[in-house]
């Protein structure tokens, strides 16, 4: 009889136990679309009629579509040093566009958003473009590559080191190079050419693609990069599978990681250049390769999002989508963007775009999704992508402090519209100031428009001062009709940004 009562007792805490378990919600799981020159017109959820991206638009849809969602910066490197890091990237030098052989940019004791989420139990995972630098100096490829994505908080990483347009053409997977044959070892410098080796301008009959400016270095798969590369056949991608690659490799990290909480930040490289769309969708758009892989990264997350759901773990996984910076259409390559871009504007009515101060540089379309847990809006608050470190370290039952990040996690999940009060934007190094419905950019020296990729700079000899509820093109710079107005924004910009900047004496000296 006792037996019997200890075996009932025994059985019962166990059913009490599985029921508690049943009912504590578990961790969510948190995937990061990045896309990479993306513009904020460059969507139909954002407003453009010239091209549809319906799986997209899926997630806006049933989620929160952001209207006043930024990048820190215009330029892809310093975007992703903050989404990483929760800090602006003007705080380190180093964080500008990276060659390819450039050391590792974040330090290996840096606060960083998978290192959070592995200290609350979660496996973290990045799939795609990296472009923070590796290693410590001089790079050798045929080993093994350190410090990495590993380094800085991923249990996995399966990347390309820098840029499509940029050697070495090869896949990275947890520091080694794939598919690498030790008899053919890779060699790469970004100074000089090694001998023999064709370039662009030596070879221009090997070209499947026209340079424009800057990519005329080695030439792989008919396409001119910049950098030179030799060796490493073997390893090298191919260009129009590339979409297909990391998506087989994000599928397959959903697959493998369902059973816990996971982590996973999903680089996709369009529509950068070189636009490389699969034969699937090549000349599909209308607008060029341009269009034709942003429709193909759109089909991407359709597929990925079936992933989520064949695999049990949409109703659990927040979705977060943006982009690293603005639009540009010609950007190194003669591949038609600008001439076949009809009446489709990837800004979305904004001026300026990728390289750019004004509010194309940096405002990208930004989505949250979370089925059954977001209720579908748009939301006004202003928000960085900066923002996510401490937002999602609350969502994940911790907390982060000591960075630039501020904690928003009930405007990403739309239960509120108190968004930041302010936010410094860079672009290239120079830095403006975005307050309320203002924006400040403190006079700068250079050319007002970069000729080579048809964007305005945003340089002026002069402060502007632009209210973008009323000038969403800021095209009425009200600097000397608001003389009080600008004094407040140089004031608050100095306070984040330092006052040796010098925005004080350059208002006084006006």
């Known amino acids: 009889m006792l037996g019997i009562l200890m075996m009932t007792s025994c059985q019962n805490g166990k059913k009490q136990t599985r029921q508690e378990t049943e009912e504590e919600p578990s961790k969510p799981n948190v995937v990061i679309f990045y896309l990479d020159d993306l513009g904020y017109g460059d969507l139909s959820c954002y407003g453009a009629t010239e091209i549809r991206t319906p799986n997209i638009d899926g997630l806006a849809e049933g989620g929160v579509r952001f209207t006043d969602g930024y990048a820190t910066s215009a330029t892809c490197t310093p975007s992703r040093y903050a989404i990483l890091t929760g800090m602006y990237p003007w705080r380190n030098k180093g964080a500008k566009i990276l060659p390819g052989t450039a050391p590792l940019l974040i330090s290996t004791t840096q606060k960083t958003l998978p290192k959070m989420f592995k200290s609350q139990g979660y496996a973290t995972g990045i799939v795609g473009k990296w472009h923070l630098g590796l290693g410590t100096g001089q790079i050798d490829w045929n080993r093994h590559i350190s410090p990495g994505p590993n380094e800085v908080g991923f249990d996995y990483s399966h990347i390309m080191a820098a840029t499509q347009d940029r050697v070495p053409t090869v896949y990275i997977d947890n520091g080694d190079v794939v598919g690498l044959d030790p008899e053919d070892p890779i060699e790469v410098n970004y100074k000089e050419n090694f001998e023999g080796e064709p370039t662009a301008l030596t070879h221009p009959e090997l070209l499947k693609m026209k ?107 927040l979705v977060i989508f943006s982009s690293d910076n603005g639009p540009v259409l010609n950007d190194g390559y003669v591949d038609g963007a600008e001439e076949l871009k009809g009446n489709h504007d990837p800004k979305g009515g904004l001026r300026g775009g990728k390289y750019s101060l004004f509010e194309a540089g940096t405002r990208v379309p930004f989505i949250t999704y979370w089925k059954g847990r977001i209720q579908p809006r748009v939301s006004d608050a202003l928000i960085c992508q900066m923002d996510l470190l401490a937002s999602l370290a609350k969502l994940a039952g911790t907390e982060e402090k000591d960075t630039d990040s501020e904690e928003m996690l009930s405007v990403l999940l739309g239960e509120s519209d108190k968004g930041r009060e302010s936010l410094v934007l860079e672009a290239t190094s120079r830095t403006a100031f975005r307050k309320g419905d203002w924006v400040m950019i403190p006079p700068y020296e250079g050319p007002a428009l970069s000729k080579q990729v048809n964007i305005e700079l945003g340089n002026a000899d002069e402060f502007q001062l632009y209210h973008l509820t009323d000038d969403k093109e800021q095209q009425d710079n009200l600097a000397r009709s608001e003389p009080e107005k600008l004094k407040e924004m140089v004031t608050g910009f100095e306070a984040i940004r330092g006052k040796d900047y010098g925005t004080t004496e350059q208002l006084e000296l006006k």
């Open 211 to 317: 340079w424009h400016h800057g990519h005329n270095n080695s030439v792989v798969n008919g396409i001119p990069r910049i950098g030179f590369m030799k060796g490493g056949e073997a390893a090298k991608w191919k260009d129009e599978d590339m979409a297909d690659h990391f998506l087989e490799k994000a599928q397959q990290y959903v697959k493998d990681h369902k059973d816990g909480p996971f982590f996973l930040h999903y680089t996709l490289q369009q529509p950068h250049v070189p636009r490389t769309p699969h034969p699937r969708f090549a000349g599909k758009s209308g607008l060029g390769p341009r269009g034709d892989v942003i429709l193909e990264a759109d089909w991407v997350i359709g597929e990925f999002m079936k992933t989520l759901e064949e695999e049990g773990v949409l109703e659990n996984t």
